[in-house]
């Protein structure tokens, strides 16, 4: 039982520290409306392991925090995150469908912050497409990538002895 509890606390570890990374990396894209984090591509993660729930919205929380957003998207651009996963892992059985919880909770929520957190003066529709459009080239397009090639490597989620 030790075993599977430190497998699953390491890998959760390990995508956050991987989402980090990536927010913190590509931080010139990763924030505004026009947005395209790229590490939003983990939330495909779900689909291969549950750890990836807690890896993700604990990266977004950081990510966001030294990327140097607001409290109000550090708070709610994790909670959008934390039900991308949450959905993404519900929906696990579908590669193409892991992705829709995360676009649709940031597209939801994420123009929101951006109005009300950061001030943005232009119409909560048009954020709307525009932080979709981003979680669509994040989520969708890097995220199948990503899915594509983790598939070739099952061993890296299998379950612990």
Excluded: H
Excluded at 132 to 153: M, N
């Amino acid at each position: 039982m030790r075993s599977k509890s430190a497998r699953f606390i390491t890998m959760s570890a390990v995508i956050a520290a991987l989402y980090v990374v990536l927010t913190v990396v590509f931080a010139p894209i990763s924030f505004n409306v026009a947005q395209v984090r790229i590490a939003e591509m983990l939330t495909i993660l779900p689909m291969f392991t549950p750890a990836a729930i807690p890896g993700l919205f604990i990266g977004c929380i950081l990510g966001n925090l030294l990327g140097g957003a607001i409290v109000l998207d550090i708070v709610f651009g994790s909670i959008a995150t934390l039900i991308g996963a949450v959905g993404g892992y519900l929906l696990r059985g579908n590669r193409w469908l892991v992705p829709v919880p995360a676009v649709i909770a940031n597209g939801i929520i994420v123009p929101f912050v951006l109005r009300y957190g950061y001030g943005l003066d232009m119409p909560i529709a048009v954020m709307m497409l525009y932080v979709t459009a981003g979680e669509i080239v994040g989520c969708y397009i890097l995220g199948q990538v990503l899915a594509s090639v983790l598939k070739r490597y099952p061993q890296l989620f299998r379950k612990s002895e």
